[in-house]
Nanobody, 116 residues
Framework: VQLVESGGGMVQPGGSLKLSCAASGFTFSRYHMSWYRQAPGKQRDFIAA???????SYADTAKGRFTISKDNSKNTMYLEMHSLKPEDTAVYSCKAVFPGTIRTYWGQGTQVTVSS
């Protein structure tokens, strides 16, 4: 089982990034997927989620700026981020959860740095 995030990097305030989370080793379409982030010295926070049926939800900090999506044919989830702020700087990780169970997989994360 593997979740591999990519697309992170350094961007100026107001910029955009699109993160990807590529899944392998399990049936991607049967798992609820989500994005979390962890800034240095802080707890890991929920950012956005998408269910097996495509229903999305967002943390308040992400609403209106971030969009979560997935492509089951590519076993990949995305997080499109716009109007980035310095406080969005963090390691972004993806999570997969099999509905109704505690079966959970995490990726290693990708660093996003928003700085001028």
């Amino acid at each position: 089982v593997q979740l591999v995030e990519s697309g992170g990097g350094m961007v100026q305030p107001g910029g955009s990034l699109k993160l990807s989370c590529a899944a392998s080793g399990f049936t991607f379409s049967r798992y609820h997927m989500s994005w979390y982030r962890q800034a240095p010295g802080k707890q890991r926070d929920f950012i956005a989620a998408i269910t097996t049926g495509g229903v999305t939800s967002y943390a308040d900090t992400a609403k209106g700026r971030f969009t979560i999506s997935k492509d089951n044919s590519k076993n990949t989830m995305y997080l499109e981020m716009h109007s980035l702020k310095p406080e969005d700087t963090a390691v972004y990780s993806c999570k997969a959860v099999f509905p109704g169970t505690i079966r959970t997989y995490w990726g290693q994360g990708t660093q996003v740095t928003v700085s001028s």
